[in-house]
């Protein structure tokens, strides 16, 4: 093992935002795969249901279900103030994306990244 490798492990070892390299779900995929899939809405609620054991992909699943429940409410809620609300929804799409392409790149790199909000009601859910 390099030096390099070595400071590396410490501080995945000491930062507890890391998961741990090289486990994975009980379906058998990579939980940083899991995690990252778990961004796509319907594949996030299968997660949900389906994993029992991965707390990495709990995690993502969980927050990723309450982000898009949050993102439906202020979608709707947008959709009945007139022409204001109509442009801000319009903006809010690219936003969503950029959100959700974030999380899915958080998540394969391996982090715990908690979103204001969602990422604390996820933990919670999961203690």
Known sequence: M???EKKDDATCKAN???KEDGRTSSMG????????LCY??????VFLFMEKENRFIRFHALQAV?????LLIANIALELVPVIGWIF????????????????????KGK????????EMAEKQLK
């Open 29 to 36: 995929l990579d939980e940083n795969i899991g995690g990252m």
């Open 16 to 18: 507890p935002v890391f």
């Open 112 to 119: 715990y990244y908690k979103l204001p909000f969602v990422g």
């Open 66 to 70: 309450f982000l898009g429940v949050a």
């Open 89 to 108: 929804n319009l903006l809010m799409g690219p936003f969503i994306l950029g959100i959700i392409v974030f999380m899915m790149y958080q998540a394969y």
């Open 40 to 45: 796509i809405f319907i594949i996030g609620l």
């Open 2 to 4: 390099t030096e390099h």
